[in-house]
């Protein structure tokens, strides 16, 4: 900023500083409207990012009812769930069935012998597991589709390095060890339940790959592992009956013996538990209520802000927008379009989803609800049908409006566009103004510092003279 160079012409009774900070006040003028109208682009950006936001959200609960798992929901119950626990897919047709539990699925547990001394060293070989069934009558395994597991065992190794390495492998087995009184013990437990997920473990020593020969289940060094282990849990598949009939399954979960239902075995029944499936009607209500709150959301937000209040002359921000005004026409025309897909249903209002004053919509819970009882295809097709031209369903309509409008190249780029570029330009125009005072004041300054030095100049002459004048009057 410039300054004065000297007080001069200050001293002499004008107030320079005061003079030039007013000038370059008014030659800021300009700059209050340029900073209102920035604050107003801005309020005009966010505003349409709440609009878009709300737009979006219509678009999601047009897509419910779009959808037909929107349309297909079920419910299902259980006479007692904590014994029998049940889901059914969307679609799935009603149906009741009693399910009987006899037993649950188990994963097969084993301990070894006890082994002493505690911590002291197993000796070296490879541990075999594989996984596969076992028949009880006479005992036998047999192996699985997955190749063996084998892990090395060194001679230094302690029985908490050998559980190490099961937890390491991909063996399908997890590892734990069991202290007591008697020494410690290896227990084993597959990771999957059912009967097809048993295991078996063997020991290999000395390089013997015979897992049956003598040395290898002696009962001496690393075989001390299998010589004397017990089997304290059999795997075993879940076991029920459905409608008298027995199924099982290898884990307590039932995915494939009723189509599309799926129920779990939580406890050994007592009794039989009724398992119903039903269309689920609320679901529906549920959908339609969030469309209505959705667009209800969107027209309250515009109202509010294209309105004039003639009382106190106060305009909305957007009062006189002509694209928010499209906007709004856009998703009112969508509302109330016809389609000649729903059959006993044309529009919105022939279900009890009608317009009040001020756009807004509500829905009459009597008159939908006899619609979703008595015509539920029609009424899924006046907002799903996927016909084309006139027998498109509404909420097809307007999912394709929505999208469209939030498209990359939509009314809202295009918007946020425009408002950016505006936001430039004023900044730009700020800027020239900022220049313009800049270079004004520094103008006026160097005018005032030069009239400054002139006047100090006279003011030194007027002294001159003066005391020239005294002093030839008195030598007269």
Not at 131 to 137: E, H
Not at 169 to 181: F, N, Y
Not at 182 to 200: I, Q
Not at 435 to 459: C, G, H, P, W
């Amino acid at each position: 900023m410039a300054t004065i160079s000297s007080p001069g012409v200050g001293t002499n009774g004008l107030d320079v500083k005061s003079i030039i900070s007013q000038l370059v006040t008014l030659e800021k003028k300009p700059l209050d409207t340029l900073k209102l109208q920035a604050a107003t682009v801005n309020t005009k950006i966010s505003a349409y990012g709440q609009i878009k936001s709300l737009v979006s959200t219509l678009a999601d609960a047009a897509g419910k009812l779009t959808s037909v798992t929107g349309w297909n929901g079920v419910t299902t119950t259980s006479s007692d769930s904590k014994f029998v626990s049940a889901t059914a897919i969307g679609g799935t047709l009603p149906t009741t069935f009693s399910v009987e539990v006899q037993g649950l699925a188990k994963a097969q547990a084993t301990a070894s012998a006890a082994l002493l001394p505690v911590g002291g060293a197993l000796g070296a070989g490879t541990l075999r597991l594989e996984l596969g069934k076992w028949s009880v009558a006479p005992a036998s395994f047999t192996p699985g589709s997955g190749q063996p597991v084998d892990i090395s065992i060194s001679a230094s190794d302690k029985l908490t390095d050998v559980a190490s390495k099961i937890n390491g492998s991909t063996a399908g087995v997890t590892a734990s060890i069991l202290s007591d009184a008697s020494g410690e013990r290896l227990l084993l437990r597959s990771k999957s339940t059912g009967e097809e997920f048993g295991f078996r473990l063997s020991v290999m020593e000395g390089g013997d790959t015979d897992i049956a020969s003598a040395g290898n289940t002696d009962a001496t060094g690393l075989s001390r592992l299998v010589a004397g282990s017990t089997t304290t849990q059999a795997a075993l598949n879940a076991k029920a009956t459905v409608n008298g009939i027995a199924v099982s399954s290898a884990t307590n979960t039932f995915a494939t013996t009723i189509s599309g239902v799926t129920f779990k075995a939580e406890q050994i029944t007592t009794a039989p538990i009724d398992i119903t499936v039903g269309k689920d009607t609320a679901a529906v209500k549920t959908n339609v209520d969030e469309f209505v709150k959705a667009y209800n959301a969107i027209n309250q937000l515009m109202q509010d802000a294209t309105k004039y209040d003639a009382k106190t002359n106060a305009a909305g921000l957007l009062q006189g927008d002509s694209t928010a005004i499209a906007l709004q026409n856009t998703l009112r025309n969508a509302i109330q379009s016809v389609t000649s897909g729903g059959g006993a249903f044309k529009r919105l209002a022939d279900i009890g989803l009608t317009q009040q004053l001020g756009g807004d919509l509500t829905l009459d819970s009597t008159k939908f609800n006899k619609a979703l009882t008595e015509n539920p295809d029609d009424l899924k097709n006046l907002f799903r049908n996927t016909g084309s031209g006139s027998a498109e369903g509404i909420a097809v309509k307007i999912k394709a409006v929505t999208t469209n409008l939030l498209s990359a190249d939509g009314f809202f780029k295009s918007k946020d566009d425009t408002l950016q570029l505006s936001l430039k330009r004023n900044a730009k125009d700020q800027a020239t103004v900022n220049d313009k005072v800049d270079a004004f004041e520094k103008r006026i300054t160097a005018r005032y510092n030069a009239l400054d030095k002139q006047m100090a100049s006279l003011n030194g002459l007027n002294a001159y003279i003066a005391q020239q004048v005294t002093a030839w009057n008195k030598s007269t």
